[in-house]
């Protein structure tokens, strides 16, 4: 491994330790004003969302249609300005109470230890969706 793939993989560690302890400043600490997390278009809060002062707005948005949401991260890798963790997103709908757990994939891409984009990648968009009602 690279020392920046190096540093980049401690600065999304860091981001997904600092969201474990209820610290969102900590999660977009990498994050500037150029930063694009781009979310499933299929979802109510989809398409892509720029800055770092978006990540809040985009939270309140998740938090309209989830009672709960948990990333629990199963592996991170570093791949030259790409990290790339996967595991199982765990949402709980606000109308219906039903609890799904879905595969999730986040890509980071980060430059000069800033991160230029966040994609998020869902294994099934239509289990969230009946999960809030929405289907």
Request: hydrophobic share 40%; glycine share 8%.
């Given at each position: 491994m690279t020392p920046t793939e190096e540093k980049n993989l401690q600065i999304v560690k860091?981001?997904?330790a600092s969201s474990a302890r209820g610290e969102p400043q900590g999660f977009t600490a990498s994050f500037t004003a150029e930063t694009e997390i781009h979310e499933a278009p299929s979802?109510?809060?989809g398409g892509i969302h720029k800055?770092?002062?978006s990540f809040p707005t985009l939270i309140g948005k998740v938090l309209e249609h989830f009672s709960s949401l948990?990333?629990?991260?199963?592996n991170i890798i570093a791949s030259g300005d790409n990290v790339?963790?996967?595991?199982?997103?765990?949402?709980?709908?606000?109308?219906t109470g039903t609890?799904?757990?879905?595969?999730?994939?986040?890509i980071w891409t980060i430059i000069d230890g800033k991160t230029q984009k966040l994609e998020v990648i869902y294994g099934d968009t239509v289990e969230a969706l009946k999960?809030?009602?929405?289907?």
């Amino acid at each position: 491994m690279t020392p920046t793939e190096e540093k980049n993989l401690q600065i999304v560690k860091d981001a997904y330790a600092s969201s474990a302890r209820g610290e969102p400043q900590g999660f977009t600490a990498s994050f500037t004003a150029e930063t694009e997390i781009h979310e499933a278009p299929s979802l109510p809060y989809g398409g892509i969302h720029k800055g770092v002062q978006s990540f809040p707005t985009l939270i309140g948005k998740v938090l309209e249609h989830f009672s709960s949401l948990k990333f629990t991260k199963h592996n991170i890798i570093a791949s030259g300005d790409n990290v790339v963790s996967w595991g199982v997103l765990d949402l709980v709908g606000k109308k219906t109470g039903t609890a799904v757990t879905i595969p999730l994939v986040e890509i980071w891409t980060i430059i000069d230890g800033k991160t230029q984009k966040l994609e998020v990648i869902y294994g099934d968009t239509v289990e969230a969706l009946k999960a809030a009602d929405l289907l």
